[in-house]
């Protein structure tokens, strides 16, 4: 079980991390990098973490059940600490649920940014009375410089 669940676990980490980070970068026509496509993989996933989160809640009962009735006290400490343990992780995989159905909501009300105008590059980050400032630098030269732009 504990190795399952830690594959497993990793799995839906991976699965979750690449879902979100691709569609921020997805403006092609392919199925496979369409924002829906994407939500339903989210939706799917979400639902998997809340039904894990309401089985740990189950499991974290019956612990917490066998803890009122345990008659020594190093049992009582056994299940005491399941149903802790338990009451965590069902805690923990309800918000991660919750978080990734939202944000499958989120992508699903998305519009595809394609009919989105293009930015105006040349514009510069400040623009005061028709100058522009901008900065300009070069990762592999290690330089930085400040341009100032003015346009006729």
Not at 6 to 17: E, P, S, Y
Not at 97 to 125: C, Q, W, Y
């Amino acid at each position: 079980m504990g190795m399952f669940y830690r594959t497993g676990m990793g799995l839906v980490v991976v699965a979750m991390l690449l879902s979100m980070a691709v569609p921020a970068q997805a403006v092609g026509k392919d199925f496979l990098m369409r924002s829906k496509f994407h939500s339903a993989l989210m939706l799917g996933l979400g639902g998997i973490l809340v039904k894990q989160a309401v089985d740990a809640k189950k499991e974290a009962n019956d612990a917490y059940d066998l803890y009122k009735q345990a008659g020594t006290s190093a049992l009582a400490r056994e299940f005491y600490d399941n149903s802790k343990r338990h009451d965590t992780r069902a805690a923990v995989l309800g918000v991660a649920g919750g978080a990734t159905i939202l944000f499958a909501v989120h992508l699903f009300m998305k519009e595809d940014e394609s009919s989105l105008p293009p930015p105006k590059m040349n514009r510069g980050i400040v623009n005061i009375k028709g100058v522009a400032v901008d900065i300009k630098g070069d990762v592999f030269q290690r330089k930085m410089q400040v341009q100032l732009k003015k346009g006729f």
